[in-house]
């Protein structure tokens, strides 16, 4: 009987001591979780927001304000970094900034996209929504964005949709205006930029 009460008593150290270990454990990973650093906004690094202008991202003319006549309609689109027109500062601290600014005639939008455009300008994020890279070139023949990594292509007139390659959904899109000719945003992108993971069985959009 004593044997028993003995083997009764240590099961329930044993157990005690399990589940204050695992609660000891579990608590180390809010603590680890809390002391994440979280990622530094800074001007370079600002998201996009409304009355942003935009500069040339690359090229001789790097820099320079994108205005309505530097736009070629059709095509091909310009590459782009917001600057906040009260500091000066270009926001090209943040991959996620970088976007493509392209012209054409507003009745070659549709309706849902040309609501989000001004004389024809369309503003969309450059990173892939497939796996991050960048949309760097442009299939003239389409009229269309294409991603050199595993050829995504988006149709620009069509709200940026996926009309060929492995990319789950559109390109965001940024809405804007033209003021004295000048490209300026009309508000931040309109979903997230570059990956968004969805859940298993949740559908492509």
Request: glycine share 12%; charged share 25%.
């Given at each position: 009987?004593?044997?028993?009460t ?6 329930v150290l044993q ?8 609660l000891?454990a579990?608590s180390?990973l809010f603590?680890v ?10 001007p370079?690094?600002?998201p996009?927001?409304?009355g942003?202008?935009f ?5 001789p003319?790097?820099g ?14 310009v590459?782009?970094?917001?600057k ?14 970088l976007?493509?600014?392209?012209r054409?005639q507003?009745?070659e ?8 455009t001004?004389q024809g ?5 450059a990173i892939?929504?497939?796996?991050g ?5 442009w ?5 269309a964005?294409?991603?050199p990594?595993?050829?995504?292509i988006?149709?620009p007139r069509?709200?940026a ?7 789950p ?5 940024l809405p ?7 490209v300026?945003?009309a508000?931040?992108?309109l ?15």
């Amino acid at each position: 009987m004593a044997d028993k009460t003995v083997t009764n008593r240590r099961a329930v150290l044993q157990a005690s001591l399990g589940a204050g270990l695992g609660l000891a454990a579990l608590s180390s990973l809010f603590v680890v979780g809390g002391l994440k650093p979280k990622k530094e906004i800074t001007p370079e690094s600002e998201p996009p927001k409304e009355g942003d202008r935009f500069v040339i991202a690359e090229g001789p003319d790097k820099g320079k304000l994108i205005t309505l006549d530097a736009l070629p309609l059709g095509g091909p689109f310009v590459l782009a970094w917001p600057k906040d027109p009260n500091t000066g500062v270009v926001k090209s601290g943040e991959r996620n900034n970088l976007a493509m600014i392209i012209r054409f005639q507003p009745d070659e939008y549709d309706e849902e996209t040309r609501e989000n455009t001004d004389q024809g300008v369309a503003v969309y994020s450059a990173i892939c929504t497939h796996l991050g890279c960048t949309v760097s070139q442009w299939l003239a023949d389409q009229k269309a964005f294409l991603c050199p990594c595993h050829k995504g292509i988006y149709d620009p007139r069509r709200g940026a949709r996926v009309i060929g390659g492995p990319p789950p959904r559109p390109l965001p899109m940024l809405p804007v205006k033209v003021e004295n000719g000048e490209v300026v945003a009309a508000g931040g992108f309109l979903s997230p930029v570059g990956v968004a993971w969805r859940r298993s069985g949740a559908p492509r959009v």
